[in-house]
């Protein structure tokens, strides 16, 4: 198609630019060569969810030059990714701006450079893996960029039943007003929680972008690991959805269909709560009590409590301790 057709008069704001950027060093790194689509009928391909996520490359003149577009419409990109009625939905607000799309590009220098940086922290997480293998057999990847709460570090507790070593695995996309410092929750991990699982866990990030896709998502998140050369992942209830658009138990059931695909062990669970009989924190479906009895562990409230300075029950005392001397640097 003739691009001057497409006189381009959206306004792309600096998150949507900043995503593209990662996506396009997703695709070129090599993690998520085999996502691209560089036409309307392969993104009709991944209607298929155990593909993983399709990714477009967005018409952006700003950062790039291409003389081959097709368009993808909202109705139809929404449905495939996301689902019925995701038109509104959280993750097609994310990562959908325009109905324009590029099968090729040239991406302009001052960008080339950006997206070169996050190239080489995609390959850099996977040289770290490939190097911790020689030392460890089994290697567990374990999904979460909050404060640690003792629902964590139950999940810890339980992957490490089944890896030798398990390393937490945040996606770090743009960085918004709100999110967590991520060299801060490097230093919960690392220096404080590190000793309590007698060194065998580590904070190594992973540069990529969250669609909030749930079961969808949590296919491309276990075919990712797998790549990054990970033996293990842990996925628990609403893997990656938001809104409670997708049912708890979704992204679960929808792997298990689909566990024949890859090497890597998917490590299950229902979510970490507080039982009052038995008066310790669980794995939901791992005590017989039921679900009466059973508290929920809250990110949220811990987050709350250490703004006001308070102390949440259901998190370590050290963790809070630092997490308040820290609170000014911790956002
Ligand atoms: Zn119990």
Same mark, same amino acid.
């Given at each position: 198609?003739?691009?001057q057709f497409?006189?381009c008069?959206?306004?792309?704001d600096?998150?949507?630019?900043?995503r593209t950027l990662?996506?396009? %060093?997703? /695709?070129e790194s090599g993690?998520l060569?085999?996502?691209? $689509?560089?036409n309307k009928?392969?993104f009709?391909?991944?209607?298929?969810?155990?593909?993983g $996520?399709?990714i477009a490359?967005p018409?952006i003149?700003e950062? !790039?030059?291409?003389?081959s577009i097709?368009?993808?419409?909202?109705?139809d990109y929404?449905n495939i990714?996301?689902?019925?009625?995701?038109e509104?939905?959280i993750?097609?607000k994310?990562?959908?701006?325009?109905?324009?799309?590029?099968?090729n590009?040239?991406? +302009?220098? @001052?960008y080339?450079i950006?997206?070169?940086?996050y190239?080489?922290?995609? !390959?850099?997480? +996977?040289?770290k893996i490939?190097q911790?293998?020689?030392?460890?057999?089994?290697?567990?990847a374990?999904q979460?960029?909050?404060?640690p709460?003792l629902?964590?570090e139950?999940? $810890?507790?339980?992957?490490?039943?089944?890896?030798?070593?398990?390393?937490?695995n945040p996606i770090l996309g743009?960085k918004?007003?709100?999110?967590?410092?991520?060299?801060?929750?490097k230093?919960?991990?690392?220096?404080?929680?590190k000793?309590r699982?007698n060194?065998r866990?580590? *904070?190594?990030p992973?540069? %990529?972008?969250? *669609?909030?896709?749930?079961?969808?998502?949590a296919l491309?998140?276990?075919?990712?690991?797998e790549?990054?050369?990970?033996?293990?992942?842990s996925?628990?209830?609403?893997?990656?959805g938001?809104?409670? *658009?997708?049912?708890?138990e979704? %992204?679960?059931?929808?792997?298990k269909?689909?566990q024949?695909?890859?090497n890597? +062990? /998917?490590?299950?669970?229902?979510?970490a709560?507080?039982c009052k009989?038995?008066n310790k924190?669980?794995?939901?479906g791992?005590?017989?009590?039921? *679900?009466y009895?059973l508290k929920e562990?809250s990110?949220?409230k811990l987050?709350n409590?250490?703004?006001?300075?308070?102390?949440?029950e259901? %998190?370590s005392?050290?963790? @809070?301790d630092?997490?308040?001397?820290?609170?000014?640097t911790?956002?």
């Amino acid at each position: 198609m003739n691009i001057q057709f497409f006189e381009c008069s959206t306004k792309f704001d600096s998150d949507f630019i900043e995503r593209t950027l990662i996506d396009i %060093a997703c /695709i070129e790194s090599g993690m998520l060569t085999k996502n691209k $689509i560089d036409n309307k009928k392969k993104f009709f391909d991944f209607i298929n969810l155990k593909k993983g $996520i399709p990714i477009a490359i967005p018409y952006i003149p700003e950062i !790039l030059d291409s003389n081959s577009i097709f368009k993808i419409e909202l109705s139809d990109y929404s449905n495939i990714i996301f689902g019925k009625k995701s038109e509104k939905y959280i993750g097609t607000k994310l990562s959908y701006s325009t109905n324009l799309f590029v099968s090729n590009y040239k991406i +302009k220098s @001052q960008y080339r450079i950006i997206i070169d940086n996050y190239i080489k922290e995609i !390959l850099d997480t +996977k040289f770290k893996i490939s190097q911790l293998k020689n030392k460890y057999k089994t290697i567990g990847a374990f999904q979460t960029r909050n404060i640690p709460h003792l629902g964590h570090e139950k999940i $810890i507790e339980m992957m490490l039943d089944h890896c030798d070593l398990v390393v937490i695995n945040p996606i770090l996309g743009p960085k918004k007003p709100g999110d967590l410092n991520t060299e801060r929750l490097k230093f919960i991990y690392n220096n404080i929680l590190k000793s309590r699982f007698n060194n065998r866990i580590l *904070f190594i990030p992973l540069r %990529a972008n969250m *669609f909030y896709a749930g079961p969808r998502e949590a296919l491309h998140h276990t075919l990712i690991r797998e790549w990054l050369g990970f033996s293990h992942f842990s996925v628990g209830r609403d893997h990656a959805g938001s809104d409670n *658009f997708y049912r708890p138990e979704e %992204a679960k059931n929808n792997l298990k269909r689909y566990q024949d695909l890859f090497n890597i +062990k /998917i490590l299950y669970h229902n979510g970490a709560y507080f039982c009052k009989s038995c008066n310790k924190i669980i794995l939901k479906g791992s005590c017989k009590h039921n *679900f009466y009895e059973l508290k929920e562990v809250s990110g949220s409230k811990l987050r709350n409590c250490l703004k006001s300075y308070k102390t949440y029950e259901y %998190a370590s005392k050290d963790v @809070q301790d630092w997490s308040k001397q820290n609170i000014k640097t911790l956002y």
